[in-house]
């Protein structure tokens, strides 16, 4: 036995960790809650650990107590007992931290040069970012959510289609603050309830809280996927609450606005509305010529202007199509070794040219999808009959039709069986109520979405 008048308390402990590894098995676990421990005295019968924080104290205190008893018995004459000192744990930097892990550090000890640091050469920063009439407020929103400039919404809450720049707003975000010595936690929601469901099965839900809780900023990308799973809803209730009430930062994107999200609790829809939600709208022309632009600075291939533009005038779904022309004429360009000229663009992009010729914005499409939205027939929107239920809906698909074609009134009269005075009627009241009636304006956007993303 070592005397107590003795006693090295560090040659003791390094000497219990032995048989606590031991005890332990798991080389991950042990390195995880053990190794960071640091012994600071043993004074009165009390052996005294540093650790990190008070979750770690609990932590360990209800899964590892006995096991440190058990090895330290055999070191210390007589009965003691151990207690805890928060702040005092050994700092150590693990550089085997997976990206998406309920096993990740906690993240106010996580080394700023982290390889899952969104800022490592993703281009995702807010200097990358194309601003046109479409994004501007939900740009500005995000800048100044990180930067203190302007008013500082909480949380932001960003919706729109598939590939507009949600995403690259996060991640700017992310990459900003982190720069500004912030704590930052960006996930997918898919990762996100694949952590949680980790972290259940691994009996580490204190660590899962933690994590998500000891943060500046909680960005959540694809925020919908959460209404598939209750609990993560209760769990992410709980967490959002924590964070506001300590004015934590949270941001999140999704392709629909909060009430749109099927199976999403009221309890999140009005936590997520009592912020600022702002919709990036599909990009016009201009705005998909300056992506192409901005886009092209990362080849050492340049693709003349004119043929930019012969792109933004035709492909008009998602940054990624328009990225993927692009690459493209620049894969062309290197491999023929040729200069790239307008008929040449025009051949080789004919297949993206012939699949947007075929989606363009129709009249029938927009009947189509807003009879869908409504739950009617198309003749219902096109037929004489007059019920409450069918004449809104039609009057919304007039007002549409103006807005997404360039057909003429008397066209669009045409289309549903009506004069031209008709649909100036219709476009006039849509156009009124739409800035005054928040239900309607949604129902309006949502029903735009569906169409623009067929087109």
Not at 362 to 380: C, G, H, M, P
Not at 408 to 435: C, Q, Y
């Amino acid at each position: 036995m070592i005397k107590k008048q003795i006693f090295d308390i560090k040659k003791s402990w390094e000497a219990a960790k032995k048989n606590i590894a031991g005890s332990i098995g798991d080389s991950e676990t042990y390195s995880r809650w053990i190794d960071g421990i640091a012994p600071l005295s043993f004074k009165k019968g009390i052996f005294l650990l540093g650790v990190s924080d008070d979750f770690t104290a609990e932590w360990i205190k209800a899964h590892f107590e006995d096991i440190i008893r058990k090895s330290l018995s055999g070191l210390i004459e007589g009965r003691f007992r151990i207690s805890y000192e928060k702040g005092r744990g050994l700092i150590q930097e693990r550089a085997e931290s997976p990206p998406v892990s309920i096993a990740a550090p906690p993240a106010n000890s996580r080394p700023a040069d982290d390889d899952t640091d969104v800022c490592k050469g993703n281009g995702f920063t807010f200097n990358s970012y194309v601003v046109g009439p479409e994004n501007r407020f939900a740009y500005a929103a995000a800048f100044g959510s990180v930067s203190g400039d302007g008013a500082s919404p909480n949380p932001l809450f960003i919706y729109g289609s598939t590939s507009c720049g949600k995403t690259h707003l996060l991640k700017a975000v992310s990459c900003e603050a982190k720069k500004r010595g912030k704590v930052v936690e960006y996930v997918q929601c898919e990762d996100f309830l694949n952590i949680y469901v980790d972290s259940l099965r691994n009996r580490m839900h204190y660590a899962f809280r933690n994590r998500f809780r000891s943060v500046d900023y909680l960005l959540i990308d694809d925020i919908q996927f959460i209404a598939t799973a209750p609990r993560l809803q209760e769990e992410f209730f709980n967490t959002f609450n924590s964070l506001q009430n300590e004015n934590k930062k949270v941001m999140l994107t999704s392709d629909k606005r909060p009430v749109e999200i099927n199976g999403l609790e009221s309890r999140l829809i009005s936590r997520f509305e009592s912020g600022l939600t702002l919709e990036i709208e599909p990009y016009g022309e201009e705005t998909r010529l300056a992506i192409l632009r901005k886009k092209q600075e990362s080849h050492n291939v340049k693709i003349n202007d004119e043929i930019l533009k012969l792109i933004a005038k035709n492909i008009n779904s998602h940054v990624r199509k328009l990225e993927g022309a692009l690459n493209r004429l620049v894969g062309a360009v290197i491999y023929t070794g040729c200069e790239m000229t307008l008929p040449m663009a025009e051949k080789i992009l004919r297949p993206y040219l012939e699949e947007a010729a075929l989606s363009r914005i129709t009249i029938d499409n927009i009947q189509k999808k807003v009879a869908e939205y409504y739950d009617l027939r198309v003749s219902d929107l096109t037929g004489r009959k007059r019920p409450g239920n069918i004449v809104g809906p039609r009057m919304v698909a007039m007002f549409l039709c103006r807005q997404l074609t360039d057909k003429s009134l008397p066209e669009i009269g045409e289309a549903f069986g009506r004069n031209h005075a008709t649909v100036i009627h219709a476009v006039k009241k849509i156009d009124k109520n739409n800035k005054t009636d928040s239900s309607l304006s949604g129902s309006i956007s949502q029903m735009k979405r569906r169409i623009q993303s067929v087109s």
